[in-house]
C-alpha cells in the first residue's frame, strides 16, 4: 500500500476526530473525538517513520500517547468538576462566561 | 556525553526541583501547620534565574534537543521574573481564597519547566511536549478554584480548545517529520534550505498547522476566543501568570521555530502572519472598547498585545526579534502589575473586578490606584514607560521591514485600547464612589512585588538602553 | 520735543486713569485742560520753527525707536511735523484744550469717578488723534486710528449703563473696523508695492509712477485707503455710526465727531495726495461719494428733531464737501474747509450742548423755542456758529466752502457744482430751522407755562441728572413733563469761554484763505502746498535710490491752486453761493418761523418722502436686514448648531460611536459556547490551508 | 488486489467505522466501546506498517487503560444519554451555528488534505519502499533512551503534573 | 553661565519638584497652603530659570543656530539622544511657558480645592514637558515630551473640570493622540530612512534636516506630521475637541491650554513640517492656508453666537491659530516671524481671557453671557483689565495682537494676496464677537440680582492679570524685544525651505482646489519698479 493511502485514511480520520467536536452534545464524546485526532496524527507518524525506515514514527506515537493519557486524565477530571456543579454534560450548559 | 551536557537545562532543573520540594513538602504538611511554600518556590526561581545568567554566553545545548542559548534565556529571565512576581502576589490570595498552596506553587512551578523548555528546545517533539507539560499545567491552575462553576468552565474550555489545537499542532509536526524525516528543527531547516521546498504542498501543510498551534498559545485571532473566557474565569493571579508567561513562551517557541529552520519560508508564511497580526490588534482593541469585566478587559488587551508580538515577528528581522525579546519583558512586567492590582482588590466572595468597582479607588487606595494607573498608561504605550519603548520598538521593526500598514493599524489601534484603559483611571480618579466591598488589606509583600513591577516599568521606559542592549546580545547569537 | 506733544496728554491719561477717582474734580479737570494747554503751546513753537524754515523743506522729523522688524521689512516708531500736520495739531490742541476746559463744567454733575474717567477718556483721545497726524508712516497712523476709534468707541459708550449708548459705541467701533479691513489691505498693498510704509518715500516713489487712467495698482491702494476713510470719516456707505455716536457727552461729539477725528479720512487723503493725485479714478470716486453724502446727509439733516443728530448729519454732510474737494485734488481747500468746520461746528455741538445743559438732558427741539432771552451767550455764539456754516460772506464757512465750489466747477464738474451749491441751500435752510425752533418762536420746553410748581424744582433737579443717564434718546412728546421752571441759567464761565472763543473762531478762521480773487493770497494753501507734493529736502533720504528725484523737488511748487484769469468766474461763483446762502436762512425764517403750518402740511402731503428722511432713508434697516442679521442667523444655526455640533464634532464622536458599535457586535461572537470558539480555530485552520493550496 | 491491500481496507474500513460510530452515537458508553474498536483497525494498520510493538501498546494502553478510564468516568457519572434534548427544550432559541459550520469545515478540511496529497509528489510508491522495516523492540528502546532520553523525562514531568492536577481537579471539595 | 545646564535644570526643575510634592503627606487637605506656595515657588524659579535662558542667549547673527546645547547618549542602539537645545524660537516660547506656569496656579489658588496636591504636581509634569517639547533637538525626545503632555491635562481637565469634564478629556486625549501616532510612524520612518542613507540610525533633527528624503515620501510623511500638529494647533475641521476641553478644564487648565499647548503645534510645524519635507509642505501650504483662512472666519462666526464666555474664547483661538497657520504656511520672513509673534501674544491675551471667565465662573459660578450684565458698575477695575485684553485679542494697533496679524497678513500678502483678503475679515468679525461679548457683560445695568455685590479684583487676581495686561500692551509697544532674537532661527528655516522653492511661487502660489476667490490684484508689477 502506498504512504498515499495511510495519509488519506488519517487525514479522514482527523476530520472525523474534528467533526465531532461539533456534532456531539456530550463533553466525553469531545474528548473521544479529540483522541481520535491524536490518533489520526499517530497513524501519519507510524506511515511516515515506515517510509523513511526509522524508529522516530513509532517512539513519538508513544509520546503522543503519554500526552494523550495526561490530556484524558485532567480532561476527564474537570468533566467530572463541571458535572459536579451542573448535573449536565452539555457544553451549552456551560456558558456563563462570554462577551 | 550526559555528564559535561546537563548544563543547559539548569535553569528548568531548578524549578523543577524546587516544585518537587514544594509538592513533598506539602504532602509532608500536617493540618494547618504553616510552611512558607512561597519562599521555596522563589528560591527555586532564583536559582533558576542565577543559572541563566551564568549560562550567559557559553550557548550550552543538552541532548541536542535543549539549548541555553541567549535568545532562551532571556526568555528564562523574564519567565523567572514572572514566577516571581506570581509568587507574591499569590501569597495573598491563595489564603483568601482557600487555594491548596502546595499543589498550586508546584503546579505553577512545572507551567514554568514547561515554558523555559518551550524557549529552549530545539526538537519539535520537544516543543509539544513542553507545550503540552505548560498547558496541562495551566488548565489547572485556571479550574484550581474548583468550587466556583466559573473557573471550572474556563479551565475545560481552555482545556478542551487547547487539545484541539494542539493536535492541530501535532499533525503539523507530522507533516514536517514527514518531510523533512526528522523533528529536529536544525536538520528541519537544513533540509528545507537544501532543496527548496516551498512549494511542497505537505511542507506548506505542516507549517500552517504550526502557525494554528501557535497562534492558538498566543491566543490570535482568529485562534483566539479561549482567552478572554478562560481569563475572566480563572483566578487574577493565574490570569497575570498565564497572560504573561503561556504567552511568553509560545512566542519564545514561535519565534524559534519560524525564523530559524522556517526562515527560509519567510514569503510563504509572512503573509499569513501579516493577516493574523493585524486582525489581532484590530480585534483585540475593537472588543475590549465594550468590555466592562477588568478581567475581560485586559485579556482583550493580552490579545492585542499578542498581535504587537507578532507584528514583531512578521518583521523577521534582527530589530524585529530583539524587539520581541524586549516587548516580553516589558508586558510581563506591566501585566502582572495590573492583574496584581486585580487580584489584591478582589475577595473570597466576588473579584470587585468589574469596572464600576474601581470607581474611587483614588480616594479608597491611592496608592493601589496610582499604582494601576502607571500599569494601564504602560500597556496603552504613553511615555515614559515600559509599553512606549516596547510597542515603538515593535514597530520601529515593522517599519523596518517595510510593513508600513501593519505600524499604522498597530498605533491607531493603541489609540482605541487607550480608551478603555482611560476608562479604569477615569473610574478611579475620576468618579466620587468609595468601591466596595472592600478588601482584605494590603500586605507589605503584595506591595513590595506591585512597586518591583513599577520599578521595572519605569526602568524600561526611562533607561531601556541597558535591557535593549541585552535583548540584541540575545538575538545575535543563534539566529 | 515733538514728541511731547502727543504724550503730554497721554501723561494725564494715565494720571487720571490710575488716580483720578480718588482726586477732586478741580484737580483732575484741570490737570486734562493743563496738558491740553501745554500741549497747545509746545504745538505752536514747533510750528513756529517750522514756519522759519525755508518752504520746500519744511519738516520737522522724530525717530523715537525702530517699532517692528521682519525679514527686509523694517518700521520706526517715528513722528513728522509739516505744514499738513502742523494745521492738524493745531486744531487738535487747540479745539482739544477749549473742548477740555468746556466739560470741566459741563461733566461736573457726574460722580467722582465718572468725571476722572471723561477726562481720562479725552487726554486718551488726544493722544491718539495726535499720533494720527504725527505719524511719519501708515502704521504709526494707523495706531493713531485706531486709537481714536477706540476712544470714540470708550466716551459714546460714557454711559454705558444705557443699552443704546453701547450699542452706538459698539456700532461705531465695528463699522470702522470695516473701513479698517480695507484700510489694512491698502497698507499690505503698499508695502509689496512700495516696500515701505513712510509717507515722504511713499509719494516719492509714487511720483516716479505714470498716472493710472486704467485701474491699476495705485487706484486700488488709493481706493481701499479711501474705504477706510469712509469708515472713520462717516461716508456713504459707513456713515451710520455717526449719528448714533451722538449718544455719547455733547463735548465728545463736539471734539471728536465733529472737529478733530472725523476728519482723519480727509487728513489722511491730503497726507497721501501724491498718490490720490496718480489714481484720478479713485479721486472720482472720491468726489462723487462726497458730493453725494454731503446731498443725503443735508436732507436728513432738514427733518430731523434731535438738535444734536441734526448737527451730527450737517458734520457728515459738510465731511462731504471736503471729499468733494479732496476728489476734485484740491487738497488745500478740503483742508481749509476742515479748519473751519472745525470752529463753527465745534461750536455749534458747545452750544447745543449748553441748551441742553440748560434744559437739563432735554434734546428735542420741538420741546424747545424761545430760549434766545434765557441764555443769550449761548444764542448768539450759536446763531455766528450757523451763520458761518451757512456761508454767509465773510465768515468762515463762506471761504472754505466757496473755494471747495470753485474747485469743483473749475473742473468741469458742474453736476457736482450743482449738488455741492444744493447741499449749502440744504445747510443753511436746517440751520436756521435748528436756530428758530431752538431759540426763536415761543417756548414750548417742559413746564415754560406751569409756574405754579415750582417747588418741585429740586426733585426735578435731581430727576434731570439721572434723566440724562437714562432718558430714551427720543423722549416720547405726548409724555408728560412735570419740568419746572426754574431760571434757565446760560453757560458757566469755562463753557462760555469756550463758546465765545470758537465763535469769535469761525469768523475769523475763513481770513488764512482769503482767495485771489478777494485780493487774498491763501495763504493756507500756499502753506500747505509742499505738503501735498513729494518734497524729501527735510529729511535725509534713506532709500538711496530716491535721492536724485529728491533734489528735484526742492523747488517751489509749479502748480498752485487758483490761478488768476478766473477771477471773474470765481466772483460770480462767490455771488451764487452767497445768494444761496441767503435765501437758505430766509426759507428756514419763512418757514419756520412766518408760516409753522406750511411744514406740518408737508409732512403730511409728502408723508411717504417725510418718513423716508425722518428715518435716514432706512439705511440701518437695510444694513440690519441684508448683513447683519442673516450673518448671527447663519452663524448661529447653519454654522454652529448646524455644521460645527452635527457635521464636524458629529464626525468625530461618530468615529467613537462606530467603534463601540462594532465592538458590540463583535463581542456577540464570544458566545460562551466552547464548539463556537472550537469552529473559530477550525475556521482559522481551514483559511490558512486553502490560502496556501489555492495560491 | 494483494492480500495486504485486502487487510489494509480492512482494517482501515474498522478504524473509519468505529470513528464514525463514535461521533455519532448519543450514548457515550456506545461511543466509548466505538472507539475501542477503532483503536483495534488502527493496530491493525500498524502491523501492516510492521511496526508490531506500537500495535501491541495501543491495545493495551490506549484500548486497555486510557479508554477504561474514560468508561470509569461515564459510569461514574452515570449519565447513559447526553441530555441534549431536553436541553434543546429548555432553549428552543439556542442553536449555535457551530454545530452545522463544523460539519462544513471537517468536509473541507478533508478535501485539502486529500488535494494537498495529491498534488505532493512521490505518494504513490509502496509504503515499504527501499527502506528495510525497524520493529525491533531492542532497536526501540535504544533510540527511546538514548535520542529521546531527554524527551522522555520530560514525560515524567508531564504526568506528574496531569496527576496532581486531576487529584486536585477531581477531588470532592471539604466545605 | 552656559556653565551649568539651565535648560535641564528648566526641564528638571518642575519634575524634582513634584517628586517633593509627592512626599508631602496631605490626605486632609490640612496642608495646602504649603503645597500652593511651594509649587508656586518652583515655578516661579523655572520662569527665573527662562529668564536667565533669556539673558545667556546670543542673538546675534554670527551666533550658533542651537545654543545651551545638551547631549548625551541615551539608547545607542539607534541612535537616540537626550539632545536639547535652544533658538530664539524655542526660547520664547519656553519664557512663555514659564511665564504663564506661576500665573495659572495662581488663577487656581481657590477655585481648586480638592485634591491640591496631585493638582500641583500635574501642573508641574505639564510645565516640564511643554519646556522639553519646545527644547528637544532629538525627534525621539520630542515625541516622548509630545506624547506625555497630554497625561497631566487629561487628569487636570478630568479631575478638576466642570460637570462634563470626562467626556471632554477622553476626547481630549483621544483625538490628539489619534493625530500624534502617526506623526510616530513618521519619525521611525525618518530614522529608517536616514539608517539605509547613512547606515546609522539617528533621530538627531539637525542630521534629519541635512536628507533629502524623496518626493513620495515626502508627501506622506509630511501629512503624518501635519495632521498631529494642526489637530493641535487646531487647525478648522479639526478643532472640535478645542471646545470641550477648554469649557470642562479647570481655569489653570484653560490657561495652559490656550497659552502654551496650543503653540506645541505651530512650534512643530514650523521647527519639523515644513523644514523636514519642504517640497510636500510646499505642495501642501496652499491647502493649509485655505484651511486657516477658513478657521479664521469660520471660528470668529462660530464665537460671536456662543452663549459660553468660555466656548466664545475657545472658537476665537480657533481663529487666532487660524493666522499662525497662514502666516506658517506662507513661510517667508513675514509670515513666520508673524506667526511666532501671533503664538506669543494669543498665549498672553487668550491665558488672560481665559483667567478673567475664570474669576468671573469663581464668584458666579457659571459662564453664561446671559447670566451677567452691567458688571463695570461693580468691578470697574476688573472691567478695565478686560477691556484692555479685549483688545489686545481684537488686534488693536498697539497692542500685541496687531503685531502679529499684521506681520502675518503681510507675509501671506507677498506670498498670495487672496488668502488674505478672507484672513483680513478676521479684523472685523474679532471686533464683533468680543466687543459684542464685553457689551453683554460688563455694560447696561445689573439685571441679575445676584451680581450685585460682586467683589472687584483681589491682590492675589491683581497679580495675575496685572503681568498679563502689562504684557498684552508691552509687547504692542516694543514687538521688537521680542522678534529680534527669533530673527535669525527664522531666517535659517526660511533659507532652509526657499532653498527648495522655486521662485514663481512667491507670484503665483500652487493652485488648490478651493482656494478662495481670487479678488486680490494680481499684476504686481509695480513692485519691481518701485524697488
Not at chain 1, 485532567?74 to 468538576?81: D, Q
Not at chain 2, 512606549?388 to 493603541?414: E, N, P
Not at chain 3, 528725484?549 to 451764487?576: F, K, N, Q
Request: net charge neutral.
Amino acid at each position: 500500500m502506498s504512504i498515499g493511502h495511510y495519509l488519506v485514511l488519517s487525514g479522514v480520520l482527523f476530520s472525523i476526530g474534528a467533526a465531532g467536536v461539533f456534532l456531539r452534545k456530550n463533553l466525553i464524546t469531545l474528548l473521544l473525538s479529540v483522541e481520535i485526532m491524536l490518533n489520526a496524527v499517530n497513524l501519519a507518524f507510524v506511515a511516515f517513520g515506515r517510509q523513511l525506515g526509522t524508529v522516530d514514527g513509532q517512539i513519538i506515537t508513544f509520546f503522543v500517547m503519554t500526552v494523550a493519557a495526561a490530556e484524558a486524565a485532567v480532561g476527564l477530571a474537570l468533566v467530572i468538576g463541571l458535572f459536579r456543579h451542573r448535573e449536565s454534560l452539555n457544553p451549552e450548559a456551560f456558558t456563563s462566561l462570554k462577551w | 556525553m550526559i555528564s559535561s551536557s546537563f548544563d543547559a537545562i539548569i535553569p528548568m532543573l531548578c524549578v523543577a526541583l524546587a516544585g518537587l520540594v514544594v509538592l513533598l513538602a506539602e504532602s509532608f504538611r500536617g493540618r494547618d501547620e504553616k510552611m512558607p511554600l512561597g519562599g521555596l518556590a522563589i528560591i527555586g526561581l532564583i536559582g533558576a534565574g542565577a543559572a541563566s545568567i551564568l549560562l550567559w554566553n557559553r550557548n550550552a545545548t543538552s541532548f541536542g534537543v535543549v539549548t541555553a542559548d541567549n535568545f532562551s534565556l532571556f526568555v528564562n529571565l523574564v519567565l523567572v521574573a514572572v514566577g516571581i512576581l506570581t509568587v507574591i502576589f499569590s501569597s495573598q490570595t491563595l489564603d483568601r481564597d482557600k487555594i491548596p498552596a502546595g499543589e498550586y506553587y508546584a503546579i505553577m512551578l512545572f507551567a514554568i519547566v514547561g515554558m523555559m523548555l518551550m524557549g529552549q528546545a530545539t526538537d519539535l517533539l520537544v516543543i509539544f511536549l513542553a507545550l503540552e507539560t505548560m498547558s496541562i499545567a495551566v488548565y489547572v491552575l485556571t479550574g484550581i478554584r474548583r468550587e466556583q462553576q466559573q473557573s471550572t468552565e474556563a479551565a475545560f474550555k481552555y482545556f478542551l480548545l487547547g487539545a484541539f489545537a494542539s493536535s492541530f499542532f501535532l499533525y503539523g509536526v507530522a507533516f514536517l517529520y514527514g518531510v523533512t524525516g526528522s523533528t529536529n528543527l536544525d536538520r528541519i531547516g537544513s533540509v528545507i534550505a537544501a532543496q527548496s521546498m516551498s512549494g511542497n504542498p505537505m511542507i506548506l501543510l505542516g507549517v500552517g498547522l504550526l502557525i494554528v498551534g501557535f497562534s492558538f498559545k498566543v491566543a490570535a485571532v482568529p485562534f483566539h476566543m479561549w482567552s478572554p473566557d478562560a481569563y475572566e474565569g480563572a483566578p487574577a493571579v493565574v490570569t497575570g501568570f498565564m497572560s504573561t508567561g503561556v504567552k511568553a513562551a509560545a512566542v519564545a517557541a514561535f519565534v524559534r521555530v519560524f525564523l530559524s529552520s522556517l526562515e527560509p519560508m519567510i514569503a510563504e508564511w509572512a503573509p499569513v502572519l501579516w493577516v493574523i497580526a493585524a486582525a489581532t490588534m484590530i480585534l483585540g482593541t475593537v472588543v475590549g472598547v465594550a468590555q466592562t469585566s477588568l478581567k475581560r478587559m485586559l485579556a482583550y488587551s493580552s490579545i492585542a498585545h499578542g498581535g504587537y508580538l507578532l507584528a514583531g515577528l512578521v518583521a523577521g528581522n534582527d530589530v524585529g526579534k530583539a524587539a520581541i525579546l524586549f516587548y516580553l519583558a516589558a508586558y510581563a512586567l506591566t501585566n502582572l502589575g495590573a492583574f496584581g492590582v486585580i487580584a489584591l482588590l478582589g475577595t473570597r466572595e466576588r473579584a470587585n473586578d468589574d469596572l464600576r468597582d474601581y470607581a474611587g479607588l483614588f480616594k479608597s487606595h491611592p496608592a493601589l490606584a496610582v499604582l494601576m494607573t502607571f500599569f494601564l498608561l504602560s500597556l496603552g504605550g504613553f511615555p515614559p514607560t515600559a509599553g512606549f519603548i516596547a510597542k515603538w520598538y515593535v514597530f520601529s521593526a515593522a517599519i523596518g521591514s517595510g510593513y508600513y500598514g501593519l505600524a499604522i493599524i498597530g498605533v491607531l489601534s493603541s489609540v482605541v485600547s487607550v480608551f478603555f484603559y482611560l476608562r479604569i483611571v477615569v473610574m478611579m480618579f475620576m468618579t466620587d464612589r468609595d468601591a466596595r466591598p472592600v478588601p482584605a488589606p494590603i500586605t507589605t509583600m503584595a506591595y513590595a512585588g506591585l512597586v518591583l513591577s513599577l520599578i521595572g516599568v519605569l526602568y524600561l521606559g526611562v533607561l531601556p538602553t541597558a535591557v535593549i542592549d541585552f535583548a540584541q546580545a540575545s538575538i545575535s547569537t543563534i539566529f | 520735543m515733538l514728541a511731547l506733544i502727543p504724550l503730554l496728554p497721554f501723561a494725564g491719561f494715565l494720571v487720571n486713569a490710575t488716580m483720578g477717582r480718588r482726586l477732586p474734580k478741580a484737580v483732575t479737570g484741570g490737570l486734562a485742560s493743563a496738558v491740553m494747554v501745554l500741549s497747545f503751546l509746545l504745538a505752536a513753537m514747533q510750528v513756529w520753527s517750522l514756519a522759519a524754515m525755508p518752504p520746500e523743506s519744511r519738516q520737522i522729523n522724530q525717530t523715537l525707536f525702530t517699532w517692528i522688524t521682519a525679514g527686509d521689512f523694517s518700521l520706526d516708531l517715528a513722528l513728522r511735523l509739516d505744514a499738513l500736520s502742523a494745521v492738524m495739531i493745531l486744531v487738535i490742541t487747540g479745539i482739544g484744550s477749549l473742548i477740555h476746559i468746556y466739560s470741566t463744567s459741563y461733566m461736573h454733575e457726574e460722580s467722582d469717578e465718572a468725571f476722572a474717567r471723561f477726562f481720562s477718556y479725552l487726554n486718551l483721545f488726544c493722544f491718539f488723534m495726535l499720533m494720527l497726524v504725527l505719524g511719519s508712516n501708515v502704521l504709526v497712523m494707523f495706531v493713531g486710528w485706531e486709537g481714536v476709534g477706540l476712544c470714540s468707541y470708550l466716551l459714546i459708550g460714557f454711559y454705558y449703563e444705557k443699552k443704546s449708548a453701547s450699542d452706538a459705541a459698539k456700532k461705531a467701533f465695528i463699522v470702522n473696523r470695516i473701513g479698517d479691513f480695507a484700510f489694512i489691505l491698502g497698507s499690505l498693498l503698499l508695502v509689496v508695492t512700495f516696500n515701505t510704509l513712510d509717507f515722504t518715500t511713499i509719494a516719492l516713489a509714487a511720483k516716479e509712477l505714470p498716472v493710472e487712467v486704467t485701474f491699476g495698482t495705485l487706484s486700488l491702494i488709493t481706493l481701499l485707503l479711501f474705504i477706510g476713510a469712509t469708515g472713520k470719516s462717516a461716508q456713504i456707505p459707513l456713515y451710520v455710526w455717526l449719528p448714533d455716536a451722538m449718544e455719547g457727552p455733547t463735548p465728545v461729539s463736539a471734539l471728536i465727531h465733529a472737529a478733530t477725528m472725523v476728519t482723519a479720512g480727509v487728513y489722511m487723503i491730503g497726507r497721501n495726495a501724491v498718490l490720490f493725485e496718480h489714481a484720478p479714478i479713485t479721486l472720482q470716486i472720491v468726489a462723487v461719494v462726497g458730493a453725494a453724502t454731503a446731498l443725503m446727509a443735508g436732507t436728513i439733516g432738514l427733518v430731523q428733531n434731535d438738535i444734536k443728530r441734526v448737527l451730527a448729519y450737517s458734520t457728515v454732510s459738510q465731511l462731504g464737501y471736503m471729499f468733494l474737494a479732496m476728489g476734485m485734488g484740491a487738497f488745500g481747500a478740503g483742508i481749509f474747509h476742515l479748519m473751519t468746520h472745525a470752529f463753527f461746528k465745534a461750536c455749534l455741538f458747545l452750544g447745543s450742548g449748553a441748551v441742553i445743559h440748560a434744559l437739563h438732558g432735554e434734546q428735542d427741539i420741538r420741546k424747545m423755542g424761545g430760549l434766545k432771552k434765557h441764555i443769550p451767550i449761548t444764542y448768539w455764539t450759536f446763531v455766528i456758529a450757523s451763520v458761518a456754516i451757512a456761508g454767509v460772506p465773510g465768515l468762515a464757512g463762506f471761504f472754505s466752502k466757496d473755494e471747495i465750489l470753485f474747485e469743483t466747477f473749475l473742473h468741469g464738474h458742474q453736476i457736482l457744482w450743482g449738488v455741492g451749491v444744493l447741499t449749502s441751500l440744504l445747510t443753511a435752510t436746517y440751520m436756521f430751522r435748528l436756530v428758530h425752533l431752538t431759540f426763536h418762536g415761543e417756548p414750548r420746553f417742559a413746564g415754560a407755562h406751569g409756574a405754579a410748581d415750582s417747588h418741585h424744582a429740586p426733585a426735578a433737579h435731581a430727576a434731570h441728572a439721572r434723566d440724562r443717564h437714562h432718558a430714551e434718546e427720543h423722549a416720547d412728546p405726548v409724555h408728560p413733563t412735570t419740568h419746572a421752571p426754574v431760571h434757565l441759567h446760560d453757560a458757566p464761565a469755562p463753557m462760555a469761554f469756550a463758546l465765545i472763543v470758537l465763535a469769535i473762531g469761525s469768523v475769523l478762521a475763513g481770513y488764512v484763505g482769503v482767495p485771489h480773487a478777494l485780493g487774498g493770497h491763501n495763504n493756507l494753501g500756499a502753506w500747505l502746498e509742499p505738503a501735498f507734493q513729494a518734497t524729501n529736502c527735510g529729511q535725509p533720504v534713506t532709500t538711496g535710490e530716491l535721492a536724485g528725484i529728491a533734489i528735484a523737488d526742492c523747488l517751489p511748487g509749479e502748480e498752485a491752486v487758483g490761478a488768476e484769469d478766473h477771477t471773474s468766474l470765481e466772483l460770480s461763483l462767490m455771488a451764487v453761493s452767497s445768494l444761496v446762502a441767503f435765501a437758505g436762512i430766509g426759507l428756514a425764517t419763512f418757514l419756520w418761523l412766518k408760516r409753522k403750518d406750511i411744514p406740518a402740511q408737508m409732512a403730511t402731503q409728502f408723508s411717504g418722502v417725510h418718513k423716508l428722511l425722518l428715518n435716514k432713508y432706512y439705511v440701518d434697516e437695510v444694513y440690519d436686514a441684508t448683513i447683519v442679521q442673516p450673518i448671527k442667523v447663519v452663524s448661529q444655526e447653519g454654522l454652529w448648531r448646524g455644521f460645527d455640533v452635527k457635521v464636524v464634532d458629529g464626525a468625530v464622536n461618530g468615529a467613537g460611536y462606530f467603534v463601540s458599535g462594532v465592538s458590540i457586535v463583535l463581542r456577540l461572537l464570544q458566545n460562551g459556547s466552547v464548539k463556537t470558539y472550537a469552529a473559530s480555530i477550525f475556521a482559522g485552520a481551514v483559511a490558512i490551508l486553502a490560502f496556501y493550496l489555492w495560491r | 488486489m494483494g492480500s495486504d491491500a485486502l487487510l489494509f481496507y480492512l482494517f482501515a474500513g474498522a478504524a473509519v467505522v468505529g470513528a464514525l460510530l463514535v461521533v455519532t452515537q448519543r450514548n457515550p458508553v456506545y461511543s466509548v466501546l466505538a472507539l475501542i474498536g477503532s483503536f483495534f483497525g488502527l493496530s491493525g494498520l500498524y502491523v501492516l506498517l510492521e511496526a508490531p510493538f506500537v500495535a501491541v501498546v495501543q491495545i493495551i494502553i490506549y484500548a486497555g487503560a486510557i479508554m477504561v478510564l474514560f468508561l470509569f468516568t461515564v459510569m461514574l457519572l452515570n449519565v447513559p444519554r447526553e441530555d441534549a434534548a431536553e436541553w434543546d427544550q429548555a432553549h428552543p432559541l439556542y442553536r449555535p451555528m457551530a454545530v452545522r459550520i463544523g460539519g462544513v469545515l471537517a468536509l473541507l478540511l478533508a478535501l485539502e488534505l486529500g488535494w494537498a496529497l495529491s498534488r505532493t509528489a512521490g505518494l504513490g510508491g509502496d509504503v515499504a519502499g527501499d527502506h528495510p522495516a525497524v520493529s525491533s523492540v531492542a532497536e526501540l528502546g535504544r533510540v527511546l533512551f538514548t535520542d529521546y532520553m531527554f524527551a522522555f523525562e520530560v514525560t515524567s514531568i508531564l504526568i506528574i503534573v496531569s496527576m496532581v492536577g486531576a487529584v486536585i481537579l477531581a477531588k470532592k471539595r471539604e466545605d | 553661565m552656559n556653565g551649568l545646564p539651565l535648560l535641564s535644570i528648566a526641564i528638571l526643575l518642575p519634575i524634582i519638584g513634584s517628586v517633593v510634592l509627592l512626599l508631602v503627606s496631605n490626605r486632609d487637605g490640612s496642608k495646602n497652603g504649603l503645597v500652593r506656595n511651594l509649587t508656586l515657588a518652583i515655578s516661579l524659579v523655572t520662569f527665573a530659570a527662562t529668564l536667565m535662558l533669556w539673558a545667556g542667549f546670543d542673538a546675534s547673527a554670527g551666533a550658533p543656530a542651537f545654543q545651551f546645547v545638551e547631549r548625551h547618549a541615551w539608547i545607542p542602539a539607534f541612535g537616540i539622544e537626550y539632545y536639547v537645545g535652544i533658538d530664539g524660537l524655542s526660547l520664547m516660547l519656553l519664557v512663555l511657558t514659564g511665564f504663564l506656569t506661576p500665573l495659572a496656579l495662581l488663577s487656581g489658588w481657590d477655585s481648586v480645592e480638592k485634591n491640591v496636591k496631585e493638582f500641583s504636581i500635574f501642573m508641574l509634569l505639564l510645565e516640564a514637558s511643554m519646556i522639553g517639547v519646545f527644547s528637544a533637538l532629538d525627534v525621539f525626545l520630542f515625541y516622548i515630551f509630545w506624547d506625555f503632555v497630554l497625561i497631566p491635562m487629561y487628569f487636570l481637565i478630568g479631575i478638576w473640570g466642570y460637570d462634563q469634564r470626562i467626556y471632554a478629556a477622553v476626547k481630549f486625549i483621544l483625538y490628539t493622540m489619534a493625530g500624534s501616532v502617526l506623526m510616530l510612524v513618521a519619525i521611525i520612518g525618518l530614522s529608517w530612512l536616514h539608517q539605509s542613507m547613512t547606515g546609522e540610525y539617528s533621530f538627531d533633527l539637525l542630521k534629519l534636516y541635512e536628507m533629502n528624503i524623496p518626493e513620495g515620501t515626502q508627501y506622506w510623511m509630511f501629512l503624518a506630521f501635519t495632521i498631529a500638529f494642526i489637530i493641535k494647533v487646531p487647525l478648522f475641521p479639526f478643532h472640535t475637541w478645542l471646545p470641550d476641553a477648554h469649557v470642562q478644564a479647570p481655569t489653570p487648565g484653560s490657561v495652559i491650554l490656550a497659552g502654551v499647548m496650543l503653540k506645541m503645534g505651530g512650534y512643530g510645524l514650523i521647527r519639523f513640517a515644513f523644514p523636514l519635507f519642504p517640497e510636500a509642505a510646499l505642495y501642501f501650504a496652499p491647502l493649509l492656508a485655505t484651511l486657516s483662512v477658513i478657521a479664521i472666519v469660520y471660528g470668529a462666526l462660530v464665537a460671536m453666537v456662543q452663549p459660553d464666555m468660555k466656548k466664545l474664547v475657545a472658537y476665537s483661538s480657533v481663529s487666532h491659530m487660524g493666522f499662525v497657520v497662514l502666516g506658517i504656511a506662507a513661510f517667508n520672513m513675514q509670515g513666520l516671524q508673524g506667526a511666532s509673534y501671533q503664538m506669543l501674544a494669543h498665549g498672553v491675551s487668550t491665558g488672560g481671557l481665559f483667567c478673567i471667565v475664570g474669576m468671573l465662573s469663581d464668584r458666579r459660578h457659571t459662564r453664561q453671557i446671559s447670566e451677567f450684565g452691567g458688571l463695570k458698575t461693580v468691578m470697574p477695575r476688573l472691567t478695565a483689565v478686560m477691556l484692555v485684553l479685549t483688545l489686545s485679542s481684537i488686534g488693536l494697533p498697539g497692542m500685541n495682537g496687531f503685531i502679529g496679524e499684521f506681520l502675518i497678513m503681510l507675509g501671506a500678502f507677498k506670498w498670495d494676496p487672496r488668502f488674505v483678503v478672507v484672513a483680513a475679515l478676521g479684523v472685523i468679525l474679532s471686533a464683533v464677537y468680543m466687543l459684542w461679548m464685553f457689551q453683554r457683560v460688563f455694560y447696561g445695568t445689573i439685571t441679575n440680582s445676584h451680581n450685585e455685590d460682586l467683589r472687584d479684583l483681589s491682590f492675589r487676581e491683581w497679580a495675575i492679570i496685572g503681568p498679563l495686561a502689562a504684557a498684552a500692551i508691552g509687547m504692542g509697544v516694543v514687538p521688537n524685544v521680542f522678534l529680534k532674537p527669533m530673527e535669525p532661527a527664522i531666517q535659517r528655516l526660511v533659507d532652509r525651505v526657499q532653498a527648495h522653492q522655486p521662485l514663481v511661487v512667491l507670484r503665483e502660489p500652487a493652485p488648490s482646489p478651493q482656494a478662495p476667490k481670487p479678488t486680490g490684484p494680481q499684476d504686481l508689477r509695480i513692485a519691481e519698479v518701485a524697488r
